[in-house]
């Protein structure tokens, strides 16, 4: 699986081109990551760009297959990532995304997670895969439902968002 990642780092469709993250996307990535409305049901707010920057090197680019910058092809704009985490011995893969809200409502989300889904089933040859949100983050599970998965259930309690604990709802879809 692992394999089929490593040559599978650049992936397209219509409108998106799925690429590793840089030191290059780090403006871009501060640009929502710094902004409380779009981080509040994913991760901590970035306080600085050097903070995005350790986050770009840290956690994209030391461990680089399955991690995807969302660019768009019009102009070259990174508006966002989407990851396909792997999880070989059980042949399954987690799909995580996130969109700069400048971009949200423009069907980019279910664009990019449609295609990680291809890759997961076509070339990964897994049998499930499985993504999580926080439960006041509906607007995510509609973007699951758009690629066909299924809820599964709801983990309660379970997600510490800066000290706020909310329920995660997951959707699966089986192949």
Not at 18 to 28: G, Q, V, W
Not at 145 to 155: A, D, Q, R, S, T
Request: aromatic letters at 10%.
């Amino acid at each position: 699986m692992l394999y089929q990642l490593a040559k599978n780092r650049i992936l397209e469709t219509d409108r998106l081109m799925l690429r590793p993250i840089t030191l290059d996307d780090a403006e871009d990535l501060f640009e929502y990551a710094s902004d409380p409305e779009n981080t509040k049901h994913t991760f901590p707010t970035h306080k600085s760009i050097e903070e995005t920057e350790w986050v770009i090197s840290n956690l994209f680019m030391s461990s680089p297959l399955g991690n995807f910058a969302i660019e768009l092809k019009e102009n070259g704009k990174m508006i966002g990532t989407c990851d396909l985490r792997v999880n070989e011995s059980e042949k399954s893969a987690e799909l995580a995304y996130a969109i700069n809200k400048k971009y949200w409502g423009n069907g980019y989300a279910p664009e990019a997670a449609k295609r990680l889904l291809e890759l997961a089933f076509q070339d990964l040859k897994i049998e499930r895969l499985w993504a999580k949100f926080s439960s006041k983050n509906p607007a995510s599970g509609r973007v699951m439902e758009k690629i066909g998965m299924e809820k599964e259930g709801i983990l309660r309690h379970t997600k510490n968002l800066c000290g706020d604990f909310v329920d995660q709802v997951i959707y699966s879809r089986i192949e």
